[in-house]
């Protein structure tokens, strides 16, 4: 490509939910472009931007791709982000690295959660917008209906500046309203249609009362009924949709590739350069916040959007640069890190393909290979003038399994692998839980982390096997109780003796563990105590009732008993077991179990469903409202409910409902299910013995 002005960039996102045509659009927009000579297909496996196996194999995108091309003397980057809603993180971070988004929405299907997702996630990072109709061709598709969807859904003014020709399998090209003309499904340029001539008129005064709005000049002179020139109208509308006054719509098919050259030039003609969207960092030399200018030569400003784990070129970094200019073959400074990092050959990407370059200017993105220190997130400056962008904010996993290693070879290589695949997807989380003693892996649904685990076996090497998490219930106790422990041994020689008398006192929840002791006149001698601490700590790990700890109570040694020569730490310690064990099971013991707050969000005609199915789930119910055309509930539900919940509750709505959770407390579990709980544990037991844990 030639070296563009930074004026004459534009850096876009194509979002919207999953099936509503985004990889298909970005295909034909690269073949209208002629970055591509052909054109490809979902359903064949040869488009350009999904080119992962996992993508071809499931038929959607499972990662954000950069697809440069040129149009109108202008360098477009667009980046083709997920729609399912697994790849929420993949979403969010070429939101940031973008300066503007493209929502595709389906003509049939109409705003769908995913689409309503991205538009918060557009409005979180204040970036201007236009919405495609497309599917224009599809069965009960309809433009009226989709834009009445739009203006119930959002709380913006939508412009149409085209309106369709026909719809469903009569579809056949658009009218823009600017122009007012018709392009046709073979590219032609033709005369409105007759019987489109009223609802253009009208729809174009429509547009014209917006574009007038934007400009007090323009305003007096479509007042003193004077008409706009096309011009003086994009003009507007550009500067208009810049501000975020309103939200132009247009529409299409991509499948059938019309309307296509007309959306691109929506895009030069009215979504912002660089220059345009202002970005801040924070200058680490002064601590302050600052503006940045998309300046090639202004101070040096990188960030790390995104990172791959490529089997064949090592790690690949997605780079925007804000300020400045990067070389390639050049040092820079890593500020989260605090160390110097090598940059190699940079390359400009689109899709798979690497192609290398120079540079990356002010505006631009490229690819750089092999760093060292550096991951997503991460921002690189002159070492001189450190710089800090701020970090993309990933949403919280909903989906966890145990992960244990096939082999002893895969164990040895499991760690920092999993280091690796959550380095290359930040909504990806692995934890060591030591309550269960187990490695947890964490992500945002069924997909996302079956797909993790395949990418572990494909580029690392490592074999897993996955199982559901244990829960981490605990036990506590509900009344005071005290027993004597006395552990007395003979075996010839030196004995051990150990003897000691303790009162188990029920604390309030989240208190956790206190140690008193009230022993006086040296009952037991005080170098004993601590041992007999440590001996209750140890021992209240595996509780009386299924085995957990025991959590939020008091132990009081208040007499005892010792031998000047058999007694010793360990004797004591072995008393304060039995004294734990005597002591418990009179104590009113009870089983504790995590609950969580979830907050689901689901289109209004499945909320019954939806409540009828929380209910099952042992769920209290803390309210329901209405937004928009979807209810949102709240609710708290024990987490040995919802281990499946992404899976169970896409399937209840035809994967348009999501939620969020977050943990709240530890409650008592009812009576009739404890045995349950129990029988599960000892289930477990088994299998680790049979994995060997």
Not at 147 to 172: M, N, S, W, Y
Not at 547 to 574: A, M, N, Q, W
Request: hydrophobic share 40%; charged share 25%.
């Amino acid at each position: 490509m030639k070296d563009y002005a930074v004026e004459q960039m534009r850096n876009v996102v194509l979002l919207g939910h999953g099936s509503s045509g985004k990889t298909s659009l970005s295909e034909a927009i690269l073949f209208d472009a002629g970055a591509i000579s052909r054109l490809g297909r979902v359903e064949d496996k040869n488009t350009t931007s999904d080119y992962d196996e996992e993508e071809q194999a499931r038929g959607f995108s499972v990662n954000c791709s950069v697809l440069p091309f040129e149009w109108r003397g202008c360098k477009v980057n667009l980046l083709d982000a997920p729609g399912y809603l697994d790849f929420v993180g993949e979403v969010k971070a070429a939101i940031r690295a973008a300066d503007a988004g493209v929502l595709v929405i389906c003509a049939a299907s109409g705003v769908e959660v995913g689409a309503e997702l991205h538009w918060r996630f557009l409005e979180e990072e204040k970036r201007p917008r236009l919405v495609f109709v497309n599917k224009m061709d599809r069965d009960n598709a309809s433009f009226e209906r989709a834009l009445e969807a739009l203006r119930t859904k959002f709380d913006a003014r939508f412009v149409p500046i085209q309106l369709p020709i026909g719809a469903q399998a009569a579809f056949r090209g658009v009218v823009d309203l600017i122009e007012m003309k018709a392009y046709l499904a073979d590219g032609q340029e033709a005369e409105v249609p007759p019987e489109m001539r009223a609802a253009a008129e009208a729809a174009r005064t429509e547009m014209m009362e917006f574009a007038a709005e934007v400009d007090d000049e323009l305003m007096l002179k479509y007042l003193d009924g004077e008409e706009l020139t096309n011009d003086e109208i994009r003009r507007a509308l550009a500067e208009g949709s810049a501000r975020g006054e309103f939200v132009l719509v247009l529409t299409g098919s991509a499948t059938k590739n019309v309307a296509i050259p007309q959306l691109l030039d929506a895009i030069v003609a009215y979504l912002p350069d660089p220059t345009r969207v202002p970005r801040t960092a924070v200058n680490l030399a002064t601590n302050e916040e600052v503006s940045l200018t998309a300046d090639p030569n202004g101070p040096l400003v990188v960030q790390v959007f995104k990172t791959l784990a490529d089997p064949f070129v090592g790690k690949l970094s997605y780079l925007r640069v804000y300020s400045g200019t990067l070389y390639s073959d050049s040092r820079v400074w890593n500020s989260r890190a605090n160390e110097e990092e090598r940059i190699g050959q940079l390359y400009m990407v689109r899709g798979k393909e690497q192609s290398p370059i120079p540079t990356i200017k002010a505006g631009d993105i490229g690819v750089v290979t092999r760093l060292g220190v550096t991951t997503t997130n991460d921002t690189l400056c002159d070492r001189g003038a450190p710089y800090q962008m701020p970090r993309v904010t990933y949403p919280e996993p909903l989906y966890s399994v145990a992960v244990f290693p096939k082999t002893k070879a895969d164990l040895d290589k499991l760690g920092v692998s999993l280091s690796r695949l959550v380095e290359e997807d930040p909504t990806l989380r692995v934890e060591r839980n030591t309550e269960t003693n187990e490695t947890i892996l964490s992500g945002m649904g069924e997909s996302h982390i079956q797909i993790a685990t395949r990418r572990l076996a494909q580029k690392f090497g490592v074999e897993v096997e996955t199982d559901l998490p244990k829960i981490p219930y605990r036990e506590t106790i509900t009344k005071v109780s005290s027993a004597q422990g006395r552990h007395k041994k003979q075996t010839g020689g030196r004995g051990q003796f150990g003897d000691v008398y303790c009162r188990f006192e029920p604390l309030e929840r989240g208190a956790g563990f206190e140690f008193v002791s009230e022993i006086f006149g040296g009952a037991v001698p005080k170098q004993y105590i601590p041992a007999v601490e440590k001996g209750i700590r140890e021992i209240m790990q595996t509780g009386v009732i299924a085995g957990y700890p025991t959590v939020d109570f008091r132990c009081v040694i208040y007499d005892g008993s010792y031998h000047p020569v058999d007694s010793s730490e360990l004797s004591f310690k072995l008393a304060a077991h039995l004294a734990f064990r005597n002591a418990i099971p009179q104590a009113g013991p009870v089983l504790l179990e995590p609950i969580y707050k979830i907050v689901v969000t689901v289109p209004e005609e499945f909320m019954g469903d939806i409540l009828g199915d929380l209910n099952t789930r042992r769920a209290q119910v803390l309210g329901m409202e209405q937004s928009r055309g979807n209810g949102i509930i709240t609710a708290l539900v024990p987490l040995a409910e919802i281990q499946r919940y992404a899976t169970d509750l896409r399937s209840m709505t035809q994967g348009r409902g999501m939620y969020t959770m977050e943990f709240v407390r530890y409650d008592i579990v009812p009576a009739h299910l404890v045995e349950k709980i129990k029988a599960e544990a000892e289930k477990r037991a088994e299998k680790e013995k049979e994995r060997g844990g």
